[in-house]
């Protein structure tokens, strides 16, 4: 069973710092990972989908990695704005006939003016 | 663009009793997704729709949870009766095809509280 962990599940760094969120997952069949941004209250918002077979994607001040061998992605947030504080959540799309998008718990992150 | 659209946003209804929710997909979007979202938890897919076929259904609670994807464009969950246990955020989602490929999109949810 595929298992997705977030670390740290909370984080708070002050304005302009670069930061750096970890997402591990136990089964490296997967199609692809991808990063979600949640705000209070609302929905999922899709920040960046990397295929299996990519290694990094990059949009703005975000670059997320992948390294399926090792089971782990890494969300990088470059020059960290108080409008970067929200949840942020990986999910990993299983193969197979599930095609089943596994979420990990989120790291609540706060940035600080 | 129009994203997913959900309704209601927000209901608060007592055990027992049965509650809907609607979604309409982005449109062109083939695959349409439910998933429930705990507190401090990710969400959990219930159900999957490719078009109006219901490909994986194994999350979804049979006994009291339905959902229905009529001419393969609007879908609709429901609940009945509802239980305690059931309060959390369902989640609407579409992709274009099948997710593997495509970004999948996500509404704003519908927050269920049931007391």
């Known amino acids: 069973k595929q298992e997705v962990t977030q670390i740290p599940a909370a984080l708070s760094v002050p304005e302009g710092e670069n930061l750096v969120l970890n997402c591990s997952f136990t089964d490296s069949a997967i199609y692809n990972l991808q990063w979600f941004r949640q705000d209070p209250g609302k929905g999922l918002t899709s920040l960046l989908l990397?295929?299996?077979?990519?290694r990094e994607q990059t949009s703005g001040r975000l670059n997320a990695s992948l390294d399926k061998s090792s089971g782990r992605s890494t969300l990088y947030i470059a020059a960290s704005q108080p409008g970067d504080s929200a949840t942020y959540l990986c999910a990993a799309l299983l193969q197979g006939g599930s095609e089943k998008l596994v979420f990990g718990k989120g790291t609540k992150l706060t940035v600080n003016p | 663009e129009a994203g997913v659209v959900q309704s209601p946003r927000y209901k608060i209804i007592e055990k027992k009793q049965p509650v809907a929710f609607w979604c309409n997909p982005i449109s062109g979007h083939n695959t349409l997704y439910w998933y429930r979202q705990n507190l401090g938890q990710g969400p959990e897919l219930l159900i999957r729709y490719e078009n109006e076929e219901a490909v994986d259904d194994s999350q979804l609670p049979k006994d009291r949870f339905s959902a229905e994807r009529l001419k393969g464009v609007d879908s609709t969950l429901k609940i009945q009766p509802a239980e305690l246990g059931d309060s959390a955020v369902y989640l609407c989602?579409?992709?274009?095809?099948?997710?593997?490929?495509?970004?999948?999109?996500f509404g704003e949810g519908s927050w269920l509280t049931v007391v």
């Open positions: 989602a579409s992709s274009l095809r099948r997710g593997f490929l495509n970004t999948i999109y």
């Open positions: 990397i295929q299996s077979s990519q």
